[in-house]
């Protein structure tokens, strides 16, 4: 069995040898040729020269395709991407209106010192424009709001309030010039106040002692000024607009209520379009710049009824 073993390993050592020796004779003859004979060579070489460039060409192509096909496989791929990735936005906003819909509000909650506008700050409320106010014109106070401007006076002011009536002082007893001295000024060129009309209604005779006016002041007072005065019967608060809306002005005799707890004079100045009525009332310029219910007007006159009372419509002649 050894004997066997050793025979077999020398005769592959044989071949072995042989084999090289005959690569090496081949290259050694092979370069001879390509030095000595050239074209003999080229012959020699060339189907292995062939073979050769078309396992390159094989190469190149195959590469070539492989690049192609990847680069077509990545364009793809990244399309379908862009499509995954908008279908998957769809379908996040979906759910987050979903959400929004199915979930309360809840304002976040942030750092001390931080101001985070969440919403748009809400515009203030609309409001109508006041039916009147008080302006300063030519250094007269005036009422707007009705058709005729009535010059404003408060019997209160200091600069009359205790200047005489009679024995009376303006303040607390002035409420009739004082009101006479508004319709006036207003429906008149000529300039008085609450001291002028209530000195010359005194020296005329309308002054009562300790009671304010005599009830003839009004009638009294229109006449000599250039102005109608006649009583208005009517008891009706759509007569009473009606009046005001046509540019009239009354004078109103009140009795107790919202705007005394005795007897006082007032002017009517004008309506709104709502149907209530403006007033300028000589002891208080924020009831003057209040609207009134025509109702509550007509139901606080005063119950007297000598002289025209308690209401008068004054009027310019030929109007």
Known sequence: MKRNKRSNHLARNIVLTALLAILCIGGVELAACRHFAPETYDRIVAPARYAA???????KAALDAAGRFCQATASKAVELAGQVTRQAAAVAGWLGEAWDELTPRHEASFP???????????????TDPPFTELLEEGGKQILTGSLVDVVYFCQADEQ?????YGTDPIGPYGCGPTAMAMAVASMTDTETDPAVMAAWAAENGY??????????????TARAFGLDAESFASREAEDLLN????????????????FTTGGHFILLRGSTLTGE???ADPNSLERSLQTWDPQTILDEL?????????????TTPNT
């Open 53 to 59: 460039a078309v396992v390159v060409d094989a190469g």
């Open 112 to 126: 001390p010192g931080t101001r985070v506008q969440l919403e748009p700050d809400p515009l203030p409320p609309a």
């Open 160 to 164: 009359w309030a205790d200047q005489p």
């Open 207 to 220: 002054w009562a002692r300790r009671s304010g006016s005599y009830h003839s002041i009004v009638r009294g």
């Open 243 to 258: 009046a005001l809306s046509n540019g009239g002005v009354l004078v109103a005799l009140m009795g107790p209520g919202h």
């Open 277 to 279: 009525v403006l007033v």
């Open 302 to 314: 005063s119950s007297a009824r000598d002289n025209g009372a308690p209401l008068w419509l004054l």
